[in-house]
């Protein structure tokens, strides 16, 4: 079984319909042997493909072949589901597999008596450290660090430390940097293991210490956290408390999930959805997407009222209403660029007050560029088709006025939003759709009804 699996992609359309047919055939050990070569990622892959029914059969199937890490890659929705299919004892035991903060991830949205049931099974120093991990807030450091690391005092030599790493039996499996600390745990530098290493022993270990190095509150956000290691190209950064502490260390390894999460979350908020709803059930889904399609009703409403003053123009010049929808929709992709740009640029810190003027400038000047440029296409096109060069003039116009205001904003509004606290990824895009199609269309219609009336 093992040999067919390897020739395989780690989780392919094939192995998943596999999967399904031994599920569907009741042949439960061959969904077994099928799942249990499979890295915690391909476990985690297969149990979110498969249907909800399918999921459960597998994860009674699976119990003890279940790899503790699969969980910390399901979706929350899939992982809800998965925990639903095991006891206290099962679920304990996977915790004890796993790092503390891994193991707080799984365990925070059990209610609160599952979690006591599933603490009062895990030993009480393990438990201890998940207790630490779970009184901090979601989405901070203090919830993403590990305690396990290799913590010395600042008297030791290089040779105590070394002979200290070969005889604690509690280390972390994989060790980049040394924390040094003084006798009340503040931290005071670290040591990268391999200078350390090629640093003679009777040398003190605080001579090698690079003080300098940055550390994060436990209170900070993930995405500060994110930043942090991206701006300072780190591997591992201790976390300290409001003394200044040594609590934990967060991994890089952590800080790339917190980057790919941030950048979904900004993602589906761009697109008017709260939350990642791929494996929430149908009616859940609906209620997730219906508030923000409620608010683009009533921007609709707005662009439809200033349709509606033109109603006499329409009437007398019917191809308006053919022509129109064109003018609104070229400014609402260019203004989708712009604005998808400027949350990023938000995102990344790389935005700020004493750039910003500079920005809104040049979006301004490319928002006129490209609105000349289709001016004169479609002026050309209208005037070629229809005969009428003043038409062509009104469209012209209308393009040039509409991108310019497209450009300026996509830029202006996630800055506006920024400047009061509201997330600019979150309505950006409902705001900036009235703004072009109210601008497309009172332009092009206004210019209508004074040149061609």
């Known amino acids: 079984m093992s ?26 050990e061959e969904a077994r042997g099928l799942l249990a070569n499979l890295s915690a990622t391909g476990q985690a892959s297969i149990l979110e493909q498969v249907s909800e029914a399918e999921r459960d059969k597998l994860v009674g199937i699976l119990k003890g072949d279940l790899d503790p890490e699969a969980l910390t890659e399901l979706d929350e929705e899939v992982l809800e589901d998965v925990l639903d299919q095991l006891d206290s004892k099962e679920i304990a035991a996977a915790a004890r597999e796993l790092e503390a903060d891994d193991a707080a991830t799984i365990l925070e949205d059990l209610s609160e008596d599952e979690r006591q049931e599933v603490l009062a099974e895990i030993p009480a120093a393990e438990r201890a450290d998940i207790e630490r991990a779970l009184a901090y807030p979601e989405d901070t450091a203090g919830r993403l660090m590990q305690r396990s690391l290799v913590k010395v005092a600042d008297s030791w030599t290089v040779g105590q430390v070394i002979d200290y790493c070969r005889e604690a039996t509690d280390l972390p499996d994989d060790v980049y940097d040394i924390f040094v600390v003084d006798e009340s745990g503040r931290l005071r530098g670290s040591v990268p293991l391999g200078r350390m290493l090629r640093t003679k022993r009777p040398v003190p270990i605080f001579d090698i210490v690079d003080p300098d190095i940055p550390s994060l509150p436990a209170t900070a956000d993930q995405a500060e956290v994110a930043h942090v290691f991206r701006d300072k190209n780190l591997v591992s950064c201790p976390v300290v408390d409001e003394d200044g502490r040594l609590q934990g260390v967060i991994m890089v390894d952590d800080v790339v999930d917190v980057i790919d999460e941030e950048a979904e979350e900004d993602l589906l908020k761009m697109g ?16 997730l997407r219906a508030p923000w399609l409620l608010v683009n009703v009533a921007t609709a409403l707005v662009a439809s009222f200033v349709i509606s003053r033109f109603e006499d123009t329409i009437e007398k010049i019917v191809i308006l209403a053919a022509l129109m929808p064109i003018v609104a929709s070229m400014g609402g992709n260019a203004g989708i660029q712009t604005v998808t740009v400027t949350v990023r640029a938000l995102a990344m810190g790389e935005l700020t007050a004493a750039n910003a003027m500079r920005f809104i400038a040049k979006e301004a000047v490319v928002g006129s560029l490209n609105g000349l440029l289709f001016a004169f296409l479609l002026a050309v096109g209208v005037i070629v088709v229809f005969h009428d060069w003043r038409l062509g003039g009104v469209i012209a116009g209308a393009m040039v ?39 497309g269309f009172l332009t092009f219609l206004g210019l209508a009804t004074i040149f061609l009336l």
Do not use: W, Y
């Not at 390897?6 to 599920?23: K, S």
């Not at 008017?272 to 209620?287: I, L, Q």
């Open 272 to 287: 008017g959805v709260g939350s990642d709803d791929m494996h929430a059930d149908t009616v859940t889904t609906a209620r």
């Open 401 to 439: 006025c509409n991108l310019m205001a497209a450009a300026l904003a996509g830029s202006l509004i996630p800055l506006g939003l920024q400047k009061f606290g509201v997330d600019p990824a979150v309505s950006s895009t409902v705001f900036l759709t009235m703004v072009t199609d109210v601008t």
């Open 3 to 28: 040999g067919e699996i390897d020739h395989l992609d780690e989780v392919t359309p094939e192995l998943v319909r596999r999967v399904e047919a031994a599920l569907a055939e009741n042949r439960p």
